[in-house]
């Protein structure tokens, strides 16, 4: 593989043949084509907070005149204008773009004001581009005051053929108040949306103090806010780490409402969800958790929204806490959702950084200056042209009779006049220029009261460009005008998000939430599991598939777990409540969890919790193993004893006793103290008895002082006390099993 990418790789230019090797023509066009990721697709500005595609849309748009009063246009002709003339990557990307712009559900302040179907919440697209109209919202007319005005640098587009701004003169620090999501190469960017009035009162606040610290900007933004609303429940020292270091985790939930209803009944009311959550698949994994009763106290979930959001969701009962129910929702759909901050933008449109919140409000307020500075010099240079036409046109005035017989009778009045008057070439073509009825008395007083207007502005220009602190003021005055038009009084700029701690919730387990009913647990001999209501007679005859027989039948609750070991040695965990209803002949159990075809159903039995167990295989290794440590989360279940090859899992049996008595294939029997066995909560164990031939048969625990009992050939339980011949030490080989010892060499 070296050698490929060392290859020459050979090119031709004018003739000559340039070579070099290969691994550094691929180097270099990927470093090409990385950087261009970066800064012209993937991150924004932090001056404007857009991207190539948004800022080339807004400036089609602008070129089109679509102001927020004025007429619609069909969304096709805009993002083909975008794509003819500025941005060449496909026009079907460009009206992603120009839609997602125009929804309010998924940017804070839209830009766009779309007619017709631009998408919805529940996550379907918008409509062809032929079928939408669209125009420019007031926001981003504000993203664009001072463009004819030489506010911003201007750069060839991609032919040559016109100019597009490289950055907008931007009237509010819209990299925060809308956010922005991209994936660049080897970097990303992820920053929610903030509210417009709480950005501008601490941008002013920056100004006034430069040195502002990050807890001070807190204090005007406590946090981001979101177009759906919802509830931040993230603790204000996260988001301050979060702000302060451009990183960090945000907890954000739907809000919700219990409604009463009749009876003493209830439901609860979901009227925000999380930003970025589709309704449709939210409404999908709630319906999908009351299916498969992993939420046994919901039993229904309704969408009854129309304008707003509206969704319903009923209790199983009335009794049912609801913020049992929403604490655990919170934790098992996406009506919690984690927004992971990641502040990285492109600083002066150049340096990708990842910033603090102080870091991108800086950038906006000194962009902020650059475009007043930018504007102020440019309406400077306006006033200049304009005094010197108008300093030419009451020289004029002054001087009329002469002009106009300069004019009648001169072959170059032009040049006559310039040299008669002191005039410039402006000021004379200008002159040449003027229409006769110009030349009345009225006229020359609006003239100088023009001149003496221009001169003022012109002076108070020049203070501004020559003061910094007038300039800061100027800036200062600007923000509060914007903060009127789009702050906490406008129609849409009251925060929706609101800030809460998260209530202090200890996870409910799911068998609290279960209604505890008795059940008889049937499991067949070829492994069909079924529960019966009620606690039926155990020595009942039951219907099995023809070719099957009972196995495990025993008395449970609802609320109980199951465990079944396994001959590969893995326990797995079943809920009573998952088990199949007792008419038919059940499921099989290799449905409900991951047991392999070739591993046997060891045991089958109620979980306990803190109870021991004594595993071994037929090898005559074995340990002890608390309960707890057993239970599975998963389908797969968990290894507990280890076991390979033709060695399979054998015995689990609960510890009922201070001596273990083994009897091996060969019927030799071995009885020797509890405690030599270790409790261990995964492995192959230790040895238990040893043989030459053959292998475990059975195991069991009892109290040496009550005796060994064993059913006898006639069905009789027989106890055994004088067994002092067949005690010794664990891994010993035993002695013949005593007389009467079924033949079948178990201890049942």
């Known amino acids: 593989m070296a050698d490929i990418i060392n290859e020459q790789n050979d090119e031709t230019i004018g003739g000559a043949t340039?070579?070099?090797?290969?691994?550094?023509?691929?180097?270099?066009?990927?470093?090409?084509?990385?950087?261009?990721?970066?800064?012209?697709?993937?991150?924004?500005?932090?001056?404007?907070?857009?991207?190539?595609?948004?800022?080339?849309?807004?400036?089609?748009?602008?070129?089109?005149?679509?102001?927020?009063?004025?007429?619609?246009?069909?969304s096709a002709k805009i993002s083909g204008d975008t794509m003819g003339d500025f941005h060449p990557h496909g026009d079907a990307a460009i009206y992603d773009a120009m839609a997602r712009l125009a929804q309010d559900f998924s940017v804070r302040y839209p830009m766009v004001d779309g007619q017709g179907n631009f998408g919805n919440i529940d996550g379907d697209n918008p409509a062809a581009a032929r079928y939408t109209e669209a125009r420019m919202t007031?926001?981003?007319?504000?993203?664009?005051?001072?463009?004819?005005?030489?506010?911003?640098?201007?750069?060839?587009?991609?032919?040559?053929?016109?100019?597009?701004?490289?950055?907008?003169?931007?009237?509010?620090?819209?990299?925060?108040?809308?956010?922005?999501?991209?994936?660049?190469?080897g970097m990303a960017t992820n920053i929610p949306p903030h509210n417009i009035g709480e950005l501008l009162d601490a941008s002013i606040h920056l100004i006034k103090a430069p040195n502002a610290r990050d807890e001070t900007l807190m204090d005007y933004v406590p946090g981001p806010d979101f177009p759906t609303g919802g509830i931040l429940v993230e603790p204000k020292e996260n988001l301050l780490d979060a702000y302060k270091t451009g990183r960090g985790p945000m907890r954000l939930r739907a809000r919700w409402e219990l409604e009463e209803l009749p009876r003493g009944l209830w439901q609860i009311v979901v009227t925000e969800i999380?930003?970025?959550?589709?309704?449709?698949?939210?409404?999908?994994?709630?319906?999908?958790?009351?299916?498969?009763k992993k939420l046994p106290i919901l039993t229904?979930?309704?969408?009854?929204?129309?304008?707003?959001?509206?969704?319903?969701?009923?209790?199983?009962?009335?009794?049912?806490?609801?913020?049992?129910?929403?604490?655990?929702?919170?934790?098992?759909?996406?009506?919690?959702?984690?927004?992971?901050?990641?502040?990285?933008?492109?600083?002066?449109?150049?340096t990708p950084k990842i910033c603090s919140m102080k870091e991108v409000l800086r950038a906006f307020i000194d962009h902020k200056r650059d475009v007043l500075l930018r504007r102020s010099k440019h309406r400077m240079e306006k006033i200049d042209r304009r005094l010197e036409v108008l300093e030419g046109y009451i020289v004029a005035f002054l001087n009329l009779d002469r002009v106009i017989e300069i004019i009648r009778n001169d072959d170059e009045p032009k040049q006559t006049m310039m040299t008669e008057f002191s005039l410039s070439d402006a000021q004379v073509e200008a002159i040449l220029n003027m229409r006769l009825r110009s030349l009345r008395k009225l006229e020359e007083i609006e003239l100088r009261t023009e001149l003496d207007a221009l001169q003022v502005e012109r002076a108070n220009?020049?203070?501004?460009?020559?003061s910094e602190v007038m300039q800061w003021d100027k800036i200062i005055d600007e923000l509060r005008e914007t903060r009127k038009k789009f702050g906490k009084n406008s129609k849409h700029g009251a925060r929706r998000t609101e800030l809460a701690d998260a209530p202090e919730f200890e996870e409910v387990p799911i068998e609290a939430m279960i209604e505890k009913e008795p059940i008889t647990v049937v499991c067949s001999a070829m492994g069909w599991v079924r529960a019966m209501k009620g606690h039926g007679?155990?020595?009942?005859?039951?219907?099995?598939?023809?070719?099957?027989?009972?196995?495990?039948?025993?008395?449970?609750?609802?609320?109980?777990?199951?465990?079944?070991?396994?001959?590969?040695?893995?326990?797995?965990?079943?809920?009573c409540s998952d088990l199949p209803g007792g008419r038919g002949m059940g499921e099989p159990i290799r449905l409900m969890v991951d047991l392999p075809n070739d591993a046997d159903m060891i045991d089958f039995f109620i979980h306990k919790a803190g109870r021991k167990l004594l595993v071994a295989s037929n090898a005559g290794d074995g340990f002890i193993v608390s309960e707890t440590d057993v239970v599975a989360q998963t389908r797969t279940g968990k290894q507990v004893l280890n076991v390979k090859g033709d060695i399979k899992a054998l015995i689990c049996k609960p510890i009922t006793g201070d001596h273990v008595a083994?009897?091996?294939?060969?019927?030799?029997?071995?009885?020797?103290?509890?405690?030599?066995?270790?409790?261990?909560?995964?492995?192959?164990?230790?040895?238990?008895?040893?043989?030459?031939?053959?292998?475990?048969?059975?195991?069991?625990?009892?109290?040496?002082?009550?005796?060994?009992?064993?059913?006898?050939?006639?069905?009789?339980?027989?106890?055994?006390?004088?067994?002092?011949?067949w005690i010794g030490k664990r891994a010993g080989t035993g002695r013949m099993a005593p007389r009467g010892f079924p033949k079948d060499n178990t201890f049942t």
């Open 662 to 725: 083994t009897v091996g294939e060969n019927r030799k029997v071995l009885i020797f103290p509890l405690i030599e066995l270790p409790e261990m909560s995964r492995g192959k164990g230790v040895r238990l008895q040893k043989y030459k031939d053959g292998g475990l048969n059975d195991a069991t625990t009892f109290y040496l002082d009550d005796g060994l009992s064993w059913l006898d050939p006639a069905g009789r339980r027989r106890i055994e006390t004088e067994l002092i011949d």
């Open 300 to 350: 229904d979930v309704r969408d009854e929204s129309a304008e707003d959001i509206r969704l319903v969701l009923e209790p199983r009962a009335k009794t049912v806490d609801p913020i049992i129910l929403m604490e655990t929702l919170f934790r098992m759909s996406d009506l919690e959702t984690r927004f992971n901050l990641n502040l990285n933008a492109l600083i002066d449109g150049r």
């Open 18 to 74: 340039l070579s070099e090797p290969l691994r550094r023509a691929i180097g270099d066009r990927y470093l090409t084509y990385a950087l261009s990721t970066i800064m012209h697709r993937a991150l924004p500005d932090a001056r404007d907070g857009l991207k190539p595609v948004h800022r080339r849309i807004l400036y089609a748009m602008y070129r089109l005149k679509l102001v927020s009063n004025g007429k619609f246009l069909k």
């Open 274 to 292: 999380p930003y970025q959550v589709q309704k449709s698949k939210l409404i999908e994994k709630i319906a999908e958790l009351i299916q498969l």
């Open 461 to 466: 220009l020049d203070d501004l460009l020559s």
């Open 537 to 575: 007679d155990l020595s009942q005859d039951l219907k099995y598939k023809d070719g099957d027989q009972e196995r495990f039948v025993f008395h449970a609750e609802t609320t109980d777990k199951l465990l079944m070991f396994g001959g590969n040695g893995r326990f797995y965990t079943m809920s």
């Open 138 to 185: 007031a926001v981003a007319e504000a993203m664009l005051i001072g463009m004819e005005e030489d506010a911003v640098d201007f750069r060839d587009n991609y032919d040559g053929r016109l100019t597009e701004p490289s950055v907008l003169p931007a009237s509010f620090p819209n990299l925060l108040a809308n956010g922005s999501t991209g994936i660049a190469v």
